[in-house]
């Protein structure tokens, strides 16, 4: 089992940053894909980024040059760095881990006010 404790959602006007940190604990396997998905009200759950435990990095179109994702693997910690929000970036946003099996945080809401 793998445990997933998300922390940094909150509320910001437009333009503004936020930053989302998610620590892996559990059984870990060092290979792994770590990263976070969204999901608005009335909406189907989607990608935002994931990173592998090599580095390699995914990103939804609409968050590119304004997302930045990257972990430290020594801490089993996923991070998004998140500017220039918009919006259409209100959501909750899940944290997950995939090596094989797959696990969800429980989520942490971030409102961005125009």
């Known amino acids: 089992q793998v445990q997933l404790a998300e922390s940094g959602g909150g509320l910001v006007q437009a333009g503004g940053s936020l930053r989302l940190s998610c620590a892996a604990s559990?059984?870990?396997?060092?290979?792994?894909?770590m990263g976070w998905f969204r999901q608005a009200p009335g909406k189907q759950r989607e990608l935002v980024a994931v990173?592998?435990?090599?580095?390699?990095?995914n990103y939804q179109a609409s968050v590119k040059g304004r997302f930045t994702i990257s972990r430290d693997n020594a801490k089993d910690t996923v991070y998004l760095q998140m500017n220039s929000l918009k919006p259409d970036d209100t959501a909750v946003y899940y944290c997950?881990?995939?090596?094989?099996?797959?696990?969800w945080g429980q989520g942490t809401q971030v409102t961005v006010s125009s």
């Open positions: 990173i592998t435990s090599l580095g390699l990095t």
């Open positions: 997950t881990y995939r090596s094989g099996s797959v696990y």
């Open positions: 559990g059984s870990i396997y060092k290979i792994n894909t």
